[in-house]
Every structure is written in C-alpha cells, then in structure tokens.
C-alpha cells in the first residue's frame, strides 16, 4: 500500500496488517497490557477461542524487571498463536528505553515524547521511524497531554487541548508514524477519522463503557488499550483465593478468569470471528 506522499507502508509488519485489516473492516484490536506469563497465556486463548487478533503490550518497565528474555519468550508465544497476535511496547518515554526496545524483536514501539514541544516531538519521531523502518518495526506517537493519571479526567478546557485533525494530519506527514494516539485531556482520541491509512489509537480506557467504545470505533479509533478493564477480575480472584488453593490450581482458575475477561472485549470491540 502506498500513501499519497508516496511512502510504502509495511504491510509484512504484523502489528500493521492487524491494524490495517481492522480499518478495512470497521472494527478495533484490543491492546492488552501484560504484566506476566497468566496476561500472555490468557490473551493467546481467548484470541484463539474467539478467532481474533490481538496485540499484547508491555510497558519499559518490563524489559527492566523480567529482562529482554522475557521479551524474546512473549515474542515467540505470540507468533506461534493460530492467530495473528502482535506485540507492542506501550509508552516509551526515555531515549535509552527506545534504545534497547530496537534491539528486541517487537512488532511496534510507542515513542511518547509528548512531553517536548511540538517541533522536538516531530523531529525525535521522525528519527526513530527511520531507523525502525530497517527493524520492520512500526512506530506509534502521542499528540500532547495534559498532566494527570490516564484513569481520570481532569476538568478542563475541552475544545482548548483537543487535538485538531489538520494537526494530526501534519504530524503524521511529517513524523511517518504509522499508528497516533491524538490527545483531549487524559483521554488520548479525534473526534473522526484521521485517514484510512493511519489507524488510531485510544489510551485510558478506564473506565469507559461498552457504549463508549463503540462510538470511539464509529470515529476510525482502531486500536484500543485495555489494562484494568480486562485484569481487575484476575486480580481479584488471585487475592481472595492466593491463601487456599494450591499454587498449579491457582493459576489455571486465574489464568481462566483473565481469559474470559478478554474474550468479553473482543467481542465488543467486535474482532472475535475475524480469523
């Protein structure tokens, strides 16, 4: 596929064909935070059961706690799942995190450098495409943000921080970021679709309900992060019943629990059956 500018998108980038084959097909691939090997398993069989893609998303920190092995093993799970499953590292904000991201086999990296100005965010994004690019690594930017957890909305000017879609539209000229998460407040989305060819993405789902959801996909959001919304079941059912249970039942009810989270915003999100 190629834009109008001529650039030629990666269409052997597996977080890409994800991505693109949902914009063709009006529908958006939950991005799951994993934290461990119950997130990576949970996420690969509710993503075969239900016959969706999936993206699993990690965050620097893992990298630095469970160590680019960690990241190699999650890699391979995902890759030899009877789906297409991609992975992603989520909100990469310190240059040497970026660094040693593109020494490890990810699908796509997050490079959040929106907390410089304008002109240093396009310039820092713009260079690191170029060298993922060689990596077949896709990259996703961030738009602005107002300070503040994702999880809650601040009171705020609305139509002062919404990011316009000229703007998204200049940026992504002029970065070659393949993915964007456009910012209003906490809550990164546009209010319409930016193009066909540049899915976007929605960070801070929680809480937001199933409603919601649907009216962000109506608007050409494609990508949707989930963390609490499908992992606060499994975290409960792990500390009520850490205590009791044996250690091996433990995890397989718990991993069971997850999935069954998962396999619920699949089908709202609507990429169940699509595989």
């Not at 789906?83 to 490890?104: N, Q, R």
């Not at 450098?113 to 310039?123: G, H, K, P, Q, R």
């Not at 964007?180 to 679709?193: R, V």
């Not at 949707?224 to 992992?231: A, E, P």
Request: net charge negative; hydrophobic share 40%.
């Amino acid at each position: 596929m190629v834009s109008n500018d001529g650039y030629t998108y990666p269409e052997s980038n597996l977080t890409w064909k994800i991505l693109n084959h949902a914009s063709k097909n009006n529908y958006a691939v939950g991005a799951y935070n994993c934290y461990n090997t119950d997130g990576v398993m949970a996420i690969t069989r509710a993503a075969e059961r239900t016959r969706s893609a999936a993206i699993i998303q990690l965050f620097p920190w893992t990298m630095h706690f469970q160590g680019p092995e960690f990241i190699r093993y999650v890699v391979r799970s995902a890759h030899a799942a009877r789906v297409p499953i991609a992975v992603h590292l989520d909100h990469c904000i310190k240059a040497d995190d970026v660094e040693l991201a593109l020494t490890l086999p990810f699908d796509s990296i997050m490079v959040d450098a929106s907390t410089l100005d304008e002109e240093a965010n396009i310039n820092y994004c713009k260079g690191i495409v170029q060298r993922a690019r060689a990596l077949n690594i896709t990259i996703e930017a961030e738009m602005g943000r107002i300070e503040g957890g994702e999880d809650g909305l601040p009171t705020v000017d609305m139509e002062a921080v919404m990011t316009r879609e000229d703007q998204a539209e200049e940026f992504v000229r002029l970065t070659g970021v393949h993915f964007l998460a456009p910012s209003f407040g906490n809550i990164h989305a546009i209010g319409k679709s930016l193009s066909p060819t540049t899915p976007l993405a929605l960070h801070g789902t929680h809480p937001v309900s199933d409603g919601l959801f649907l009216k962000t996909i109506q608007c050409g959001v494609r990508k949707i992060n989930l963390n609490r919304t499908v992992r606060d079941e499994y975290t409960k059912f792990v500390a009520k019943n850490a205590g009791s249970l044996e250690l091996t039942v433990l995890k397989v009810q718990a991993v069971e629990v997850y999935t069954k989270s998962i396999m619920r915003m699949m089908d709202v999100l609507g990429s169940s059956g699509r595989y």
